[in-house]
């Protein structure tokens, strides 16, 4: 086919593909003509251990298959290494899909530093190592895609997992400023919450969902957003099952109090439904800082006469 996502002559590293989700998008962009560096540490899904059998086992199944891959067994903690085997056995690096996590679900009142410090190393600053060594190699040839790993846990929360949805949207906020900052470099980066039965999820998703929710129905998304064609960054997505949705924010038109008058917590309450009203038409999408900051902006001008008494039309819907 003429119009086929094919990866020839690009190099992919893909973080924790030595199972789950990793797996599948490392199968897929090596079967597209990737070559693929497969990291994975092979521990436990709580952190533990090592163990490098994980990524040697899928680098045999890309190679048996015909395609070109290559294992790394580091921490994403050290991403320099992980970018160096990609420029060690393939002399460059193209897409960079940061995958790899662990999961130390606790209820927050039992929940100990190790838990926290541990989650945040692996997820946040594992996904921020690995850019870090790959970044000047994106700018030099002024082409990159990255796609890093979120959760609905980060953008929804979760009972149980506060260490965990802190760094998931950690890694959120981490993307958008590095679509920003990558643009003009042709550095494209999104981010996915995916869902898919794999050893994560095995311990709280039924069997019958863990066989439905197939990696390999995240997969083509990473393909889509590690090619070339792909235009789209800085953007959010949830994927599973074979349904790909965006995600994106929402804000109410909100109530602009007068800007010269001190705002009492009693005007806040009086006004409370309207602050929170989604529905009432004036609804926005901010998609940028700039966009956010238009809010208050536009309430700058919203003077009342020093001697007015205040009264209650003072209150100017801050409407678009
Ligand atoms: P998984 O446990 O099957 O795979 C994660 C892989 O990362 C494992 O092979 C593990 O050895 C590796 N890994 C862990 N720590 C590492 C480190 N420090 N350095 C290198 N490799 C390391 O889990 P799954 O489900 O495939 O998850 C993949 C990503 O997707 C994770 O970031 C996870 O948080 C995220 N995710 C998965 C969901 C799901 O439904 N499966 C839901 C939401 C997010």
């Known amino acids: 086919k003429g119009d086929a996502l094919r990866f020839d002559g690009q190099v992919a590293i893909v973080t924790g593909a030595g199972g789950g989700l990793g797996k599948a998008y490392a199968l897929l962009l090596a079967s597209l003509g990737a ?51 990609a420029l060690k056995a393939f002399g460059r690096v193209d897409i960079l899909v940061n995958n790899a996590g662990i999961l130390r679900d606790k209820s927050f009142a039992r929940m100990t530093d190790a838990d926290w410090d541990l989650v945040h190393k692996v997820h946040l600053r594992g996904t921020y190592k690995v850019v870090q060594a790959a970044w000047p190699h994106f700018v030099k040839q002024k082409y990159g895609r990255i796609i890093n790993t979120a959760s609905a846990v980060g953008l929804y929360g979760n009972f149980g997992q506060a260490n965990y949805s802190a760094a998931k949207l950690g890694i959120v906020g981490f993307t958008k400023t590095l679509a920003l900052e990558g643009q003009r470099k042709n550095i494209l980066c999104n981010v996915i919450a995916p869902n898919a039965g794999t050893r994560m999820t095995a311990t709280v998703m039924p069997p019958e969902m863990v066989e439905a929710f197939k990696p390999e129905y995240v997969a083509p998304l ?91 039309d003072d209150v100017v819907a801050n409407a678009k």
């Open 35 to 85: 070559s693929v560096v497969v990291n994975d540490l092979g521990g436990s899904h709580s952190g533990q251990g090592s163990d490098a059998r994980a990524a040697d086992q899928v680098v045999a199944e890309i190679q048996k298959a015909g395609g070109k891959a290559v294992a790394n067994y580091d921490s994403v903690e050290e991403g320099d290494k992980v970018v160096e085997t």
């Open 222 to 312: 990473i393909a889509y957003l590690g090619h070339s064609s792909n235009e789209e960054t800085g953007s959010i997505f949830e994927v599973g099952s074979g349904w790909v949705a965006k995600v994106r924010w929402q804000r109410t038109g909100g109530v602009g109090f007068p800007a010269n008058r001190a705002l009492t917590p009693e005007q806040v309450a009086k006004e409370w439904a309207r602050i929170t009203d989604f529905e009432d038409g004036r609804a926005t999408n901010p998609a940028s800082t700039q966009d956010s900051f238009s809010g208050f902006m536009d309430n700058f001008s919203n003077v009342v006469e020093e001697k007015e008494e205040p009264a209650s």
